[in-house]
């Protein structure tokens, strides 16, 4: 549910990976998904699901990180 | 549910922003991935380079290629099994020595023709409302559908102590007793009697002589019940004391088990009369039999006179056939002696019974 426009990042152990409140999906390969500002590296990476608010990512995830 | 896939350039993935969307998946220098019917709207008015397929009619597509000639079999299989359920390929007359050939074009005129297959023009029920209103002198008619065939059930009229059995012993009816003839049924033979002719023992009541009247011979077998009134004495001598052998109520149930048809740790008690049901028999090798032994007393019993008296009419009763065309008459005592041991009846009796007696004509 949308409470506000703050971007959010939930790690569900090291496989998943729910994005809420996101705005842009920039770059998607197996290895790199890049949404906003969060570059999340691993291997095997999908994204399982998306709608207009959240983006479920599913891999082994080595990195996140920030860019801007 | 996601039922189209479509495939994008990778370089158009933040078009795929915020739009519901499954299984994203980079393969070479595409996306692919699974949508709906709104979404794949959205994807086509953004994206130009966009290929996408309905993955349902895909499949059915792909079923159809594949299987066509299955499932065009299936579907004549199917269609024959309806139609057999249907049509009619047969009229059986289901019991024994019951073919009519006037029920059978009446029901081969209820039938209408499509192609090599027959069906019936109507309902079964009317149908059989119908034929049992034409052929009201059967005991019972009806049809019913079993698969393809058509059965007709019929049930004769019963006429009691007349069988209709042709053995093809050829002969005559002769009368077997002196009587008055009180009535008669002939389906086949030449008749020589009429209501309240007095007959002898031996007379020609019905002959099977289908040329009698022009010297000649052509035998058949006649088939009649000729019913006379017959007067009789019957003697009945009834034992004052007797002892019979009876069961007193008692009743012992054992379960017995039996190896190899040979019975196991089994010991009967002294009771004589005995019934055995199987509870349990696999293939003779192992049986379980319930045993019912009844025990059973001398008992004895001395008759009086009116006793003795009821037990005598009961006798010719018993030994006299019970229907409705043969019945006793009256029975009166003629006489009575009695000693030591035993009561004597002597009765006159009156009845009616079939009195034609089967007498095969002798060739030579």
């Keep these: 549910m949308k409470i506000n426009n703050k971007i959010k990042l939930t790690i569900y152990k090291d496989d998943k990976i729910v994005i809420e409140n996101y705005q842009e999906l920039k770059d998607i390969s197996e290895t790199e998904i890049l949404v906003d500002i969060y570059q999340i590296q691993g291997t095997f990476l999908k994204i399982k699901k998306m709608d207009n608010y959240m983006i479920e990512i599913l891999g082994t995830m080595s990195t996140i990180n920030i860019v801007k | ?364």
């Design chain 2, 1 to 364: 549910m996601r039922g189209i896939k479509v495939k994008v350039n990778a370089k158009e993935s933040s078009k795929l922003s915020k739009k519901n969307i499954n299984n994203i998946k980079k393969k070479d220098e595409n996306l692919i991935f699974y949508t709906d019917e709104s979404g794949i709207k959205d994807l086509i008015s953004e994206i130009e380079n966009i290929e996408y397929e309905n993955i349902l009619k895909k499949r059915i597509k792909y079923f159809f290629q594949k299987h066509l000639i299955t499932v065009i079999a299936l579907i004549i299989i199917v269609i024959l099994l309806i139609n057999q359920s249907v049509a009619i390929t047969e009229i059986r007359f289901i019991n024994y020595n019951t073919y009519d050939e006037n029920v059978q074009s009446f029901l081969e005129n209820k039938l209408k023709k499509v192609g090599p297959f027959y069906y019936l023009d109507d309902s079964l029920n009317n149908i059989n409302f119908e034929i049992k209103s034409e052929f009201y002198d059967y005991e019972w008619i009806s049809i019913t559908k079993n698969g393809a065939y058509l059965d007709v059930d019929i049930k004769k009229q019963k006429v009691p102590g007349f069988e209709d059995v042709d053995d093809g012993i050829v002969g005559d009816y002769i009368a077997s007793r002196d009587a008055i003839i009180k009535a008669y049924y002939v389906k086949k033979g030449i008749i020589f009697i009429y209501e309240s002719l007095y007959v002898s023992k031996g007379d020609l009541l019905v002959s099977g002589n289908l040329k009698y009247h022009l010297n000649e011979i052509e035998y058949i077998k006649p088939q009649a019940i000729i019913i006379g009134e017959v007067l009789e004495y019957k003697s009945i001598k009834v034992e004052k004391n007797i002892t019979r052998t009876e069961r007193n109520g008692n009743l012992i149930i054992k379960n017995h088990l039996s190896l190899f048809n040979k019975p196991v740790f089994s010991k009967s008690p002294n009771e004589t009369e005995t019934e055995k049901k199987d509870v349990l028999n696999i293939l003779d090798f192992i049986k379980i039999q319930k045993s019912y032994y009844y025990e059973v007393e001398e008992v004895k019993i001395n008759y009086n006179y009116d006793e003795a008296f009821t037990y005598a009419k009961s006798l010719i009763r018993k030994e006299f056939p019970d229907n409705d065309y043969e019945k006793i008459i009256f029975m009166k005592l003629v006489s009575y002696t009695e000693d030591d041991n035993y009561y004597d009846f002597k009765f006159i009796v009156k009845k009616h019974e079939n009195i034609a007696q089967f007498v095969p004509y002798n060739q030579e």
